[in-house]
């Protein structure tokens, strides 16, 4: 299995509404990245975690708060958005450290916010 | 991490070779060249990383100058499905912070029939 699986694919919400995106990955990694493209622009980078620790945070507001129940999983809780955090929402995972890292980002195929 | 630069855009025919350069003039001795594409509305997805070696792989090559400030990534028979665009990245190897890889602007290829 080298899939990064992403859920929802889509998603509307309003500016109240709390929502979470979904990230899930059964190859081991233990590197897990959140990133945030918009349209015609580069993904940039928000969080990552390694070995299930919050290991960077690109100054991204709080209201969007990521969470690593485990190896496996990701998540990234959203509250109180805005319609400009309207983007695809791509997720990631590498190999840690270790003989097995290659340093290749393995990506999903992202979720896609429309907060209105 | 170092800072790429990579042309907006290129066109190239079908069937022949396409030849991405990318610079990166302040790449660090330990830092390493890696390149993704991304064809419309999917994840990016990986093509081939190198150090100072030139790499081959089933999808592409890749040459490092030898001061290793710019690199080129060669698709040697183009296809259609070979439209997107191409993100040229330098990143630390071993990094303990499981790695910073932060995307440039990219080269959008066209390949034409």
């Known amino acids: 299995d080298t899939e990064v699986t992403q859920t929802p694919k889509h998603l509307v919400m309003g500016m109240t509404n709390k929502k979470s995106l979904k990230c899930e990955q059964h190859?081991?990694?233990?590197?897990m990245y959140w990133y945030k493209q918009k349209a015609k622009k580069p993904p940039e980078l928000m969080f990552v975690?390694?070995?299930?620790?919050?290991?960077i945070n690109e100054s991204v507001p709080s209201r969007f708060s990521p969470e690593c129940p485990n190896s496996s999983l990701l998540n990234l809780h959203l509250h109180a958005l805005q319609p400009e955090d309207s983007a695809l929402y791509l997720c990631?995972?590498?190999?840690?450290?270790?003989?097995?890292?290659?340093?290749?980002?393995?990506f999903g195929e992202g979720s896609r916010l429309t907060v209105l | 991490d170092a800072k790429t630069t990579q042309p907006p855009s290129m066109d190239c025919a079908e069937g022949r070779a396409a030849n991405l350069p990318c610079n990166h003039s302040t790449i660090s001795g330990n830092e390493y060249v890696y390149w993704y594409r991304q064809i419309h509305s999917q994840g990016p997805q990986y093509i081939i990383h190198?150090?100072?070696n030139n790499e081959t792989n089933e999808m592409a090559s890749l040459i490092i100058t030898e001061d290793r400030k710019s690199s080129t990534l060669i698709l040697p028979h183009a296809t259609l499905r070979d439209t997107a665009v191409y993100y040229c990245i330098v990143r630390l190897y071993f990094n303990t912070n499981a790695g910073k890889s932060t995307f440039g602007d990219g080269t959008t290829l066209t390949v034409k029939p």
């Open positions: 190198g150090l100072k």
């Open positions: 990631a995972s590498s190999h840690g450290k270790g003989p097995k890292n290659t340093g290749e980002l393995f």
């Open positions: 975690y390694s070995y299930e620790k919050l290991s």
């Open positions: 190859m081991g990694h233990r590197a």
